[in-house]
């Protein structure tokens, strides 16, 4: 299945939750998108599972094959699964991109990533899915700082909030990696519980 690069407004809509992060086209409704918005009945244990674990995968941009391998993952580490799950999906570059305030949204991060415009300890990396380790370093390529997304960036840092497990140096335009996330600093809106009950069954 590709991924989806259709409007992530809808999708937003559609699961009920900001997808995005900072969307003003998103406007929470007590209903659906479409015609037949209104009209849904009550939706059945499977599908609030199901609801939870596609929001999940929209949120963070990740394919439903590569969303398995993190769940899987998760399950075979001592902990809890749900929150091992949803702190490999927040370690991954392109998110840690975003989550520092390089990015708009995740989909510049992982552009900017895959562009070449991103070092990890010095050295490029353009694999969004790529996972930063406690202590890592994160930097924009010297030869990229110039370019306005990051000239943008750094001028409009502080406006959004930065996780603690993160600490960014807005001139150097470096991110530096304390630690790996804990739930209580994982701002996503989902149900971890309802995806480990659906992958379960």
């Not at 009945?41 to 199901?50: A, C, F, N, V």
């Not at 939870?52 to 899987?72: I, T």
Request: glycine share 6%; aromatic share 8%; hydrophobic share 35%.
């Amino acid at each position: 299945m590709a991924r989806y690069t259709g409007p992530m407004t809808k999708k937003s809509r559609r699961y009920g939750t900001d997808l995005v992060g900072n969307d003003k086209a998103f406007e929470r409704r007590p209903y659906a998108p479409g015609v037949h918005g209104r009209g849904r009945t009550k939706d059945s244990e499977y599908s609030l599972q199901l609801k939870e674990k596609q929001k999940a995968r929209y949120a963070y941009g990740v394919l439903e094959k590569q969303f398995s391998h993190y769940y899987e993952e998760a399950s075979r580490r001592p902990g809890k699964t749900g929150d091992l799950l949803l702190q490999i999906l927040e370690s991954r570059l392109d998110n840690v991109v975003y989550r520092a305030g390089f990015a708009n949204t995740r989909r510049q991060a992982r552009q900017m990533v895959s562009h070449g415009h991103i070092l990890v300890n010095g050295k490029k990396v353009n694999i969004p899915s790529f996972r930063v380790a406690p202590l890592d370093i994160v930097d924009v390529r010297p030869k990229s700082l110039e370019m306005t997304p990051f000239v943008i960036a750094r001028e409009t840092f502080g406006e959004r909030e930065v996780p603690a497990w993160l600490t960014v140096k807005p001139n150097r335009m470096r991110i530096l990696v304390h630690q790996l996330p804990s739930r209580d600093q994982i701002t996503v809106d989902v149900n971890e519980q309802a995806i480990v009950e659906l992958y379960s069954k």
